[in-house]
Each structure stands twice: as structure tokens, then as C-alpha cells.
């Protein structure tokens, strides 16, 4: 279980492609951190497989690249981590679990200044389980919807946001990891097996 805030941003080291899986190699500056942990990179959580001086790996499977932008990955590229939560750490954005629903892709970028606006859009599947004023995550960042007309969707970053995540280093067309709330997804679904039944 993950908030959606973002602890800071890594660099890949590098990428490996294995049998059944890809070898994720991150750059690591915890003195804390146990293999078989659970992290959270760009909203998908993973397993630490392996640790190094100064570097962690991922094996991340097939189906995960398929869902996910995992598999667009390369070295250089920055990603955002989290750590999964601690009982008695406090909850500061929304229950995030590391599930990701489906990819987003970025459609368009605004900013006046004081504030950036992102517009993305969501699998036709996927918006039902979207909600005005309600939270996404997006590549593990926790946000409020902004506005939302059907699948499309917008976000409004503030600098702290910016500053803290990758989010504001997307280009359009980027698929975005997308965890729709929770919440959300355990209402639509209870109210649609209510009506099967």
C-alpha cells in the first residue's frame, strides 16, 4: 500500500532483458532497504530482487510491460519511487496500491505560470471509475481530478509537484501509469454485480 507521494525521483541505470521478464537497475541512496521489499516506480509496485552498492533491481514480467510504461524505460530516464507504507506513517494522499488500472496518454500540456495544466485521456473502460474532484495516480503521483469530460481527464500541477516528480518532464503522447481510487473502483463494481444479481 502506497499514498501516491512521491518520496523523489531516481535514475535508471540500466535495463536488462531476461528470459520472462526485464531487469529494472535503479540508483539507490537508501541504507535501509531489504530485498522482497515493495516499491512503488511510476505507480507500479514492485519487488526488490536485488541489491547492490548503490543500486537496486527489479524484475518486472511481461504482463506488467504490457499494462504499464515500464517497458519504454531506458538508461538516463528518471522515475518516481515510493516506499510502501509503514503501520503509523502518516496518510498525506490517498490509498494508492500499486495496481496499475491502464495507461493514460497525455494529450495536452497548458501553463500560464503559476500553474500547469495536463490533459490526458483515459481508456474508455477506465472512466467509469473516474470522478470530478476525485484522486488518480499517475506514474505514482497522487492528484485530484481537475476536470473531466468523458475519458479525458485534466490535472493541475502545482510547482511543488513539479519540482518533486518527473510529471512536468512528460511530452505528449507519454502513457501514463493510471491507478484510478480505490474507493471509486469498489463502488462501481459492487453496484455492477448488485444489478447482475
Known amino acids: 500500500m502506497f499514498t501516491g507521494i512521491v518520496e523523489k525521483t531516481v535514475r535508471v541505470i540500466g535495463v536488462a532483458d531476461g528470459p520472462k521478464f526485464r531487469r529494472l537497475t535503479l540508483h539507490n ?39 504499464t510504461n515500464l517497458g519504454l524505460l531506458n538508461g538516463g530516464d528518471s522515475v518516481n519511487v515510493e516506499r510502501s507504507l509503514r503501520v503509523g506513517d502518516r496518510l498525506d494522499g490517498h490509498f494508492v496500491q500499486g495496481h496499475v488500472d491502464g495507461v493514460a496518454k497525455l494529450l495536452d500540456i497548458q501553463s500560464d505560470g503559476d500553474e500547469w495544466r495536463l490533459t490526458l485521456e483515459s481508456p474508455h473502460q477506465l472512466s ?41 518532464q512528460k511530452q505528449v503522447g507519454w502513457p501514463f501509469n493510471l491507478e484510478a481510487d480505490v474507493l471509486s473502483k469498489t463502488i462501481v463494481s459492487f453496484l455492477e454485480r448488485r444489478e447482475e444479481g
Open 128 to 168: 467509469k471509475y473516474l470522478v470530478p474532484k476525485g484522486s488518480v495516480a499517475i506514474d505514482g503521483v497522487s492528484l485530484t481530478i481537475a476536470a473531466l469530460r468523458g475519458n479525458v481527464f485534466e490535472l493541475a500541477l502545482i510547482p511543488t509537484t513539479l519540482n518533486l516528480t518527473t510529471l512536468g
Open 29 to 67: 541512496s537508501w541504507t535501509d532497504v531489504r530485498g522482497g521489499e515493495s516499491i512503488a516506480i511510476n505507480g507500479v509496485c514492485l519487488t526488490v530482487a536485488e541489491i547492490m552498492p548503490g543500486e537496486l533491481g527489479f524484475d518486472v514480467i511481461a504482463e506488467t510491460l504490457d499494462k
